[in-house]
């Protein structure tokens, strides 16, 4: 008993590693990989490789050359298999046809279609269906999919690059750079992880920041700019055709001239609420989840980051930190929260750290807000 639960560690294992290759191509889709095992022996794997794609069970089932032994085989998924008819056909049916006698899954599907339908349908011809196998790494693998699903709003992390003393710019606000290349480079591999990028009015025009991904592969994510008085010029780079841009302003200043000049350009832009003078960032956040947006990165300053936090929208912080100091009369990574006792501080669970060249990086998920 004890080395059947091990190996079913080791394949979903595998399956979690498979699943990553579809990071960046198959969203709004989860990620999926799926192992199939017979006598001890990998004779089959598949994984979701981009979205409207087959599905990893259907790659991994027609991956095996014996198609005989699939009657006496475990297939493994992280996720569970769906069992409605989406863009394919659903696989706890495949499933069934083929024979297989035992199913491994990861963890649950949140999304309202599937929820639990698929395990009762295996376990309804008869299958062997063991659940919950590396839950906790599976629900993370999926984090953005199930938070969209069961909330209607997009997974929000912020990153940001600050100096050992928590210092984003310099006094007279410069802040190029603070982190080292491989920070930067790192950067750019989130990028193509996220559906999105956020940034404020002031980012984009302190830096003319492109947001794109280069410096490495990886498809551009949607950039989302947050310019509240419709105030930025329209030659700014990041409205330039390098990848699809939404702008959010006030709907206080809907009849700008601006908004139709921006569209020409193939800008979208869409107006919500605004609440003492900031755009209603919940509101932001819905329309981004209308628009099959699952997850942001937000790259705002210290103003836009404290905003999203003081919402409590934030589930996920990319803190890069440089072994420097900038002082007290530099920028703080986050303008004022309005905390003032210690019980009142946001609290954080961090990940294991990782270096980039000299530049650490701390991944910490928010507990309680
Ligand atoms: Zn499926």
New binding site residues.
């Given amino acids: 008993m004890m080395s059947l639960l091990c190996d079913d560690t080791v394949y979903m294992n595998r399956c979690i590693e498979l699943a990553l290759k579809g990071g960046g191509t198959v969203s709004p889709n989860p990620m999926v990989g799926s192992v199939i095992v017979c006598d001890g022996v990998i004779i089959g794997e598949g994984f979701h490789e981009r979205y409207g794609a087959p599905?990893a069970?259907?790659n991994a089932i027609a991956s095996v050359a014996d198609q005989e032994l699939l009657r006496r085989s475990t297939l493994y998924v992280n996720l569970e298999?769906?069992s409605h008819f989406g863009k394919?056909p659903?696989?706890s049916d495949l499933i069934i046809e083929k024979g297989i006698p035992r199913v491994v899954v990861g963890c649950r599907d949140p999304f309202v279609s599937v929820a639990g339908k698929g395990i009762a349908k295996l376990l309804g011809a008869g299958i062997a269906v063991t659940e919950g196998v590396l839950e906790a790494a599976c629900v993370k693998l999926n984090e953005a999919f199930i938070k969209s699903h069961t909330t209607g709003l997009p997974f929000v992390s912020l990153k940001l690059a600050e100096t050992l003393d928590g210092k984003i710019a310099t006094s007279l606000g410069a802040s190029k750079w603070i982190t080292g290349e491989a920070a930067r480079m790192e950067v750019h591999r989130l990028r193509a992880r996220y559906d999105a990028v956020v940034v404020g009015e002031a980012t984009v025009r302190c830096d003319d920041a492109e947001l794109t991904v280069r410096h490495c592969s990886g498809r551009n994510p949607l950039r989302v700019v947050l310019d509240r008085r419709l105030s930025l010029p329209v030659e700014s780079k990041i409205f330039n055709t390098e990848a699809p841009t939404i702008l959010f302003a006030s709907s206080a200043w809907e009849g700008l001239e601006k908004a139709g000049l921006l569209r020409e350009r193939g800008v979208t832009v869409l107006f919500v609420r605004e609440h003492a003078g900031e755009l209603d960032l919940r509101q932001v956040l819905e329309e981004l989840h209308k628009h099959g947006i699952l997850s942001i990165l937000v790259e705002g300053g210290s103003r836009l980051s404290a905003s999203f936090i003081r919402e409590r929208l934030v589930d996920k912080i990319y803190m890069f930190i440089a072994p420097k100091l900038f002082g007290g009369d530099a920028l703080s990574s986050f303008a004022p929260l309005g905390i003032s006792i210690p019980d009142d501080a946001v609290v954080l669970k961090f990940e294991t750290p990782r270096f980039f060249g000299s530049d650490l990086l701390l991944e910490a998920y928010v507990q309680s807000l």
């Fill in positions: 599905h069970e259907v298999p769906c394919t659903p696989c």
